[in-house]
């Protein structure tokens, strides 16, 4: 697992476009730039999953079970975060997008996850994976899974439909509905905590909000980090080391977790002032997250059942699940287009 890990290293390495002098990457959180730390994440995952449906081989898959262990639901906390700040900025910049949002966002992403979920209701039956009636119904909300995800596509629903009632209700203070919004999903994990849900659920959650009040602040935040170089390597060095080291509290209380993700949040959000990290196969992924993350169980699921070759199983998932994502995004694009000619 280590090679593809590498391999992946070397991805994001492509056209990095480092700054040694003085100034800065304004551009930081940039659609294309937030895009290709997002692709560099999915991938993590991708890879994160599979290596959970099998079993590790090797001196290989050994050294990098430390690495998948360390970084555990921090993966996912780019894709919180950025989602959060991209509609917050929408918002604040897009006079109708509220009004639009319910039809352009949430619909669609319903819509999207339902018709992904059939088929993989479809693959089960035919792979004679059996759940229950209740079970299967709830994974269309992301409750429960079989195979298509689940809590982040839970919590997602959660975000939006709060968007929607929140912006509705507070109209005339983005800050009160940004609040709102962060209520509801406070709401949520401590539903999920009482129902005794796994904690990966509701431990990252927050971090929609955390990127929607970033939002707010981002500009004050620019100005004090980017003021001179001491004072943003002194950030960097605190936010590493925050990463590095305050892991240990996370197994003692997961109420660290959030704390312990929000150093390493930072931490790229840093990094990104000095190092460019974008080219277009890691905007790609970052552009199709949704459907990679939807879409990789499918081969994991019928690949780690038939193949015991762990090497030719990470290859066949990663292959399959690309092209399943390109062809999916390509076609929710189409059905776009028409529905609009229409």
């Given amino acids: ?4 890990i590498g391999l992946l290293l070397i991805l994001a390495l492509y056209k990095i476009n480092p700054k040694f002098n003085k100034s800065f990457y304004t551009d930081y959180a940039s659609i294309e730039q937030t895009r290709s730390i997002n692709g560099i994440c999915i991938m993590l ?13 090797g001196v290989l898959d050994e050294i990098y079970e430390p690495m998948r262990i360390f970084l555990g639901q ?20 897009k006079n109708d997008y509220i009004k639009t949002f319910p039809r352009k966002r949430f619909l669609r992403i319903v819509i999207e996850f339902a018709i992904i979920t059939v088929v993989y209701i479809i693959l089960n039956l035919c792979l004679g994976n059996k759940y229950s009636i209740p079970h299967v119904l709830l994974s269309f909300t992301g409750v429960t899974t079989i195979g298509n995800g689940n809590w982040y596509i839970l919590s997602t629903f959660v975000f939006y439909i709060s968007i929607i009632l929140c912006f509705n209700l507070f109209r005339k203070s983005k800050i009160l509905a940004t609040i709102g919004v962060t209520a509801c999903l406070v709401a949520l ?13 509701y431990s990252t959650t927050i971090f929609f909000a955390v990127g929607m009040f970033f939002s707010f602040i981002k500009e004050t935040f620019d100005k004090i980090v980017m003021k001179n170089n001491i004072v943003y390597f002194i950030f960097l060095v605190l936010a590493i080391l925050g990463f590095a080291f305050l892991k240990k509290l996370v197994d003692k209380t997961v109420i660290f977790y959030p704390v312990w993700c929000g150093f390493g949040m930072l931490s790229i959000l840093l990094i990104t002032m000095k190092i460019k990290v974008a080219n277009k196969p890691l905007i790609w992924l970052g552009k199709t997250t949704f459907f990679n993350f939807t879409l990789q169980g499918i081969s994991q699921i019928i690949f780690t059942k038939y193949l015991t070759n762990n090497y030719l199983i990470y290859c066949l998932v990663i ?24």
């Fill in 1 to 4: 697992m280590i090679i593809f």
């Fill in 45 to 57: 995952i991708l890879l994160s999953h599979t290596f959970a449906r099998i079993s590790p081989n």
């Fill in 74 to 93: 921090f993966v996912v906390v780019p894709f919180l975060f950025y989602s959060g700040y991209g509609v917050m900025e929408s918002i604040k910049r």
């Fill in 189 to 201: 994990m401590v539903v999920e905590m009482i129902l005794d849900f796994p904690s990966y659920y």
């Fill in 319 to 342: 292959i399959v699940t690309l092209i399943l994502t390109c062809c999916a995004y390509n076609l929710s694009n189409y059905f776009e287009r028409k529905i609009k000619g229409n």
